[in-house]
């Protein structure tokens, strides 16, 4: 029998209107424009306002979207995985009231916690439905609303991160398309580096972890930089020579936006032109679990059928991959 791959049939984005610029948060910490946009490449972050809204409304948005484009029957699709460090709640799973929401009544639903390699984590685990035989229609979510956990008193922090959500349909092909390979690392011996202190079972949430502000994403930037650079890099080549690939060979190399000077680190390492590099970090900052599909989604027109896409992640866990794509559509 053909072997079977799942292969990205649609991509959709969402992301908030409100733009927090880096003028705005001059006013907010001791931070300028001019620092923000050497050290990180980032000019603004979309912020996700108003009473009540969590995660789920832009993942709503991006799978209803999703839906329209690909012409697909919400009751077609048998799951729906959403990666996500920023759940509405603890649970039910976001990825549950997004079924709920768009319709998806046969499907079942549940989340993933890989922080910002969470979309790498969540499409491997689609692909593999796929490939099995047993899923003909998975929807992969990335979506994060860091406005949530983030600490706007922390210049360190405060002006990395911002709010959006992305999804793919993943639908099966025995052609050479799709998802073609995928590493994917953790190591838990980085938690110190990137976590969040409160709010879980070692330490629920009280007076005292509200006043210490440990409801919010902690970072040891630059610890996380020099890991960030060395693994993402690492696992990009892998890949790469594990499918005989040189940097000739990528039409798109497809980063998680952390940082422009990790991404331009990682693209070095693979041999690869900054004309072949998705970027947009300058207009969503970091969204974690949805820059990489927000990537695709604002580059969808360039792709085409065949290109080999290299998508690369480095995150909170410490987790990090890569994964070789090869690309199934021709832009309509
Ligand atoms: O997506 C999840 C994974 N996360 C990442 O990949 C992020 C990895 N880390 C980074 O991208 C970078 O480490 C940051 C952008 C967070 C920081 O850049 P850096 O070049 O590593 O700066 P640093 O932390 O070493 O700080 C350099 C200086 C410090 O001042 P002193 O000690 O040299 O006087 C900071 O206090 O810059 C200062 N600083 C700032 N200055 C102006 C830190 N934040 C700011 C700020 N504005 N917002």
Redesign the pocket.
């Given at each position: 029998m053909d072997k079977i791959r799942a292969m990205i049939t649609g991509i959709q984005g969402y992301v908030p209107e409100y733009r927090l610029t880096n003028k705005e948060?001059e006013k907010l910490?001791?931070?300028?424009d001019e620092?923000?946009t050497s050290?990180?490449g980032i000019k603004e972050r979309r912020i996700l306002k108003g009473e009540n809204q969590g995660t789920s409304v832009m993942g709503i948005e991006a799978v209803k979207g999703l839906l329209e484009k690909t012409n697909t029957d919400p009751l077609d699709i048998e799951l729906i995985i959403c990666a996500t460090v920023t759940p509405d709640m603890p649970f039910p799973a976001t990825a549950n009231i997004i079924a709920d929401k768009v319709g998806a009544k046969n499907s079942y639903s549940f989340d993933v916690s890989a922080?910002?390699s969470g979309f790498l984590y969540a499409l491997q685990l689609g692909s593999q439905f796929i490939q099995s035989g047993t899923h003909k229609k998975v929807i992969v979510v990335g979506a994060d609303k860091m406005s949530s956990i983030v600490d706007y008193q922390d210049?360190?922090?405060?002006?990395?991160f911002g709010d959006g959500a992305g999804a793919v349909l993943l639908e099966p092909t025995t052609e050479e398309f799709g998802v073609m390979d995928a590493i994917l690392k953790a190591d838990g011996s980085g938690e110190p580096y990137?976590h969040m202190k409160a709010g879980g079972s070692r330490r629920p949430a009280s007076h005292e972890t509200i006043d210490a502000r440990e409801h919010y994403a902690y970072?040891?930037?630059?610890?996380?930089?020099k890991?960030?650079v060395t693994n993402m890099a690492d696992v990009s080549a892998e890949v790469m020579e594990r499918n005989g690939l040189q940097g000739e060979d990528i039409a798109w190399l497809v980063p998680?936006?952390?940082?422009k000077?990790?991404i331009d680190a990682t693209a070095n390492r693979m041999g690869v032109g900054p004309e072949k590099v998705m970027m947009n970090i300058e207009r969503y900052g970091?969204t974690?679990a949805a820059?990489i599909p927000l990537c695709l989604w604002d580059y969808e027109k360039q792709l085409h059928k065949g290109d080999n896409l290299i998508l690369a992640?480095?995150?909170?866990g410490f987790t990090w991959g890569a994964i070789y794509v090869k690309w199934a559509l021709d832009p309509k």
């Open positions: 948060l910490v001791e931070t300028n620092w923000i050290r990180t922080a910002c210049r360190t922090t405060c002006i990395l990137l970072q040891e930037g630059s610890t996380v930089f890991f960030a998680h936006q952390a940082n000077r990790i970091n974690t820059t992640a480095f995150g909170g």
